[in-house]
């Protein structure tokens, strides 16, 4: 049975929740100082943003983008060697940012963007990396979603 607000939503072309908070990471995400890749990353709980993240450097340090160079740009992504970046993952950013007590039970919203011969393509499958992942697990939030990827943790 579709409930009443879902059929409202439908019939309006109004975009479901989950669309709006990805498109909210995406917009964040566009705040990154990396060369190669975009992430944005949103924790919201009981309807409430609670926090926002994107990837790049600490702060106080020089970023890729005002370098002009990543020294990841031709390596594979989730390789494991992190000591060739210096960026602080988007999920990161925001777990940093929110209190645990308001992670409890969240869920956190991905997406990104990866740099294609000049250009930006969206990215269908965002998901955090084995650290962010092992990280996200342990600040007590409960869910990932990015276009392509739902974990229930």
């Known amino acids: ?7 409202i939503e439908n019939e ?18 566009k705040r990154s100082t990396c060369l190669k890749r975009r992430y944005g990353a949103v924790i919201v709980n009981n309807d409430e943003i ?4 994107y990837n790049g450097n600490p702060r ?4 890729c983008c005002d370098r002009g160079t990543c020294q990841r ?3 594979p992504s989730n390789t494991g060697n992190y000591n060739d970046c210096f960026s602080v993952h988007a999920e990161q950013n925001a777990m940093i940012s929110a209190r645990r007590k308001d992670m409890l039970g969240a869920t956190i919203y991905l997406a990104g963007e990866k740099s294609v011969d000049g250009n930006w ?5 965002a998901e955090p990396c084995p650290i962010c992942f092992r990280m996200i697990k342990n600040s ?11 974990i229930h943790l």
């Open 121 to 125: 393509v969206e990215l269908l499958d």
């Open 140 to 150: 007590g939030i409960e869910k990932i979603i990015s276009k392509g990827v739902f």
């Open 1 to 7: 049975m579709v409930d009443e607000k879902s059929k």
């Open 60 to 63: 106080g340090e020089q970023n």
């Open 12 to 29: 309006s072309n109004r975009m479901s929740k989950t669309e709006y908070y990805l498109e909210i990471a995406l917009a964040v995400s």
């Open 73 to 75: 740009m031709d390596l």
């Open 50 to 53: 609670i926090s926002t993240g």
